[in-house]
């Protein structure tokens, strides 16, 4: 098992740049995918991004793939998502995970962190 904790969510500005972190524990950090899904008010939660568990490989979803970078740490056990050029359209909770591995659909996390309110203004 793995417990996550998400932090660094705040308000910004349009075109701010903004890093959120997760400390994973309990768990063997190495053995687990690990990746950042997101909530809008009113809509579904959505995949952001995703890690390997060697590090080596990322994926992102379209809408962030040329502003999102999700790397992560071994040493610290955390994974990171760096948010720039932020819009209005990137507001959400955003919510850590984890999985053994990934799927065919993409990712479906055997385990979630609380998430972390990420708010910019136009």
């Known amino acids: 098992q793995v417990q996550l904790v998400e932090s660094g969510g705040r308000l910004v500005q349009a075109g701010d740049s903004l890093r959120l972190s997760c400390v994973a524990s309990r768990g063997t950090f190495s053995s687990y995918v690990m990746g950042w899904f997101r909530q809008a008010p009113g809509k579904e939660r959505e995949f952001v991004s995703g890690?390997?568990?060697?590090?080596?490989?990322?994926y992102y979803a379209d809408s962030v793939k040329d502003r999102f970078t999700i790397f992560r740490d071994y040493v610290k056990n955390t994974v990171y998502l760096q948010m720039n050029s932020l819009t209005s359209e990137d507001t959400a909770v955003y919510y850590c995970a984890a999985a053994l591995q990934f799927t065919a659909r993409g990712m479906s996390p055997d385990y979630w962190g609380q998430g972390t309110q990420v708010s910019v203004s136009a």
């Open positions: 890690i390997t568990r060697s590090g080596l490989n990322t």
